[in-house]
């Protein structure tokens, strides 16, 4: 006979993380949802002439990957050579010209995920602001 269980396993920034199993053995202890080492900051303002670096690592079983969305829940994946997402989780804002300013990469705001096969978690948003700085012009 197969049995169902539900477990609450964490209350994380407001939203319950929960495990379920439906297996004729039962729940596996060694199992457990992510949750954030390092979660970014709310707030990052940074330079066009130095790029910024956004770090998010989480623990997990199995591992949980990290991917990053923007706030209305799109993918923020590679641009190409204005922003990228490394292996190890960082999303990095590359330093660029003035007149290459992107609203949508430069301004905005972005999520942090961490999955794994138990659960999924979302840090908070992190506003992103570029200022641009034009070298010779007071």
Same mark, same amino acid.
């Given at each position: ?49 130095s ?9 997990? %079983?199995? $591992?949980?990957?990290?991917?990053? +969305?923007?706030?209305? #829940? ?7 050579? @204005? &922003? ?22 430069? %301004?905005? $705001?972005?999520?942090?995920?961490? +999955?794994?096969?138990? #659960?999924?978690?979302l840090?908070?948003?992190?506003? @992103? &602001? ?9």
């Amino acid at each position: 006979m197969s049995m169902s269980w539900i477990f609450p396993v964490r209350l994380v920034r407001g939203i319950a993380v929960i495990v379920s199993s439906t297996s004729g053995h039962g729940f596996d202890a060694h199992l457990r949802g992510p949750s954030f080492l390092i979660e970014p900051p709310s707030r990052i303002e940074f330079s066009n002439s130095s790029g910024a670096w956004l770090d998010c690592a989480a623990t997990g %079983s199995p $591992a949980p990957n990290i991917d990053w +969305s923007t706030a209305d #829940g799109l993918p923020a994946g590679d641009v190409l050579g @204005v &922003r990228r997402v490394l292996r190890n989780g960082t999303l990095v804002l590359l330093p660029f010209q003035a007149a290459a300013f992107r609203q949508d990469v430069h %301004s905005a $705001a972005y999520r942090c995920i961490a +999955s794994n096969s138990v #659960g999924r978690i979302l840090s908070r948003d992190v506003q @992103v &602001r570029a200022s641009k700085r034009i070298y010779g012009n007071f």
